[in-house]
Structures are given as structure tokens and as C-alpha cells.
């Protein structure tokens, strides 16, 4: 049965740190890309950043340069570290699991591809300004 489950979100002042740590389970996690998409009120759920098994990544503009995604692939473990925070990075971040991709997205950056995602219950991040 796969599992992933978030943790780390929390509430932070704008220009500080968090990170995230999604733990999966259930699949062989080194062998497919993940990634972390977010969901801000009011707006449709957006790619943030993703990895590939090979330890490429890709995220989305306005996170580059503030945020790294890495993998701890002894552990399946998913991690995002997020400095320099804004409060319009307020949102629930989700991970996400392709069950059947290993590749990014040559289009959407911060996604997987094809994109057949397992998705974590997510967890809250709030920055206040």
C-alpha cells in the first residue's frame, strides 16, 4: 500500500525557513520522481519543485533560488528546503508521488511526468509579514 505523509509546515515569519520531509512508502520511491505542489486560497494547486531518480530537479519561478528539493533515497524520504519565505508561499503543500513516471516535465516546471500522482494529505505553511 503506498503512504506518503507529509511534515514540517508550520508558521514562520516572512524571510525565514522551513522544511519540509515527506516519508514514503509502499513503492520503490528511488525509482520514480516526486515532487511538491502547493495550493494557495483561492487558486488552483501549482507545481513547486521535483526531483527524477537521477537527482535532477525543476521548480517553478518563484521559488528558484529560495527553495531545494532533495531525496534521501536510503530512507524514501522527500525533503523542501524553503529560506527566504514570502507570504504569498502561504499555502497547504502536498507531496506527490509518480507511480508511473520517472522523468520531469519537459513543459510544466516543478511537475513530474506523465504525472500519475499519489498524493499526501498535505501540510500547512503560513508566512506572515
Known amino acids: 500500500q503506498v503512504r506518503v505523509v507529509e511534515s514540517g509546515g508550520g508558521s514562520v515569519q516572512a524571510g525565514g525557513s522551513l522544511r519540509l520531509s515527506c516519508a514514503a512508502s509502499g513503492y520503490p520511491s528511488s525509482d520514480y520522481c516526486m515532487g511538491w505542489f502547493r495550493r494557495a486560497p483561492g487558486k488552483e494547486r501549482e507545481g513547486v519543485a521535483a526531483i527524477d531518480p537521477d537527482g535532477s530537479t525543476s521548480y517553478v519561478d518563484a521559488v528558484k533560488g529560495r527553495f531545494t528539493i532533495s531525496k534521501d533515497n536510503a530512507n524514501n524520504t522527500l525533503y523542501l528546503q524553503m529560506n527566504k519565505l514570502k507570504s504569498e508561499d502561504t499555502a497547504m503543500y502536498y507531496c506527490?508521488?509518480?507511480?508511473?513516471?520517472?522523468?520531469?516535465?519537459?513543459?510544466?516546471?516543478?511537475?513530474?511526468?506523465?504525472?500519475?500522482?499519489?498524493w499526501g494529505q498535505g501540510t500547512q505553511v503560513t508566512v506572515s509579514s
Open positions: 506527490a508521488a509518480d507511480l508511473v513516471g520517472s522523468e520531469l516535465s519537459a513543459t510544466r516546471p516543478g511537475a513530474c511526468y506523465p504525472g500519475d500522482y499519489f
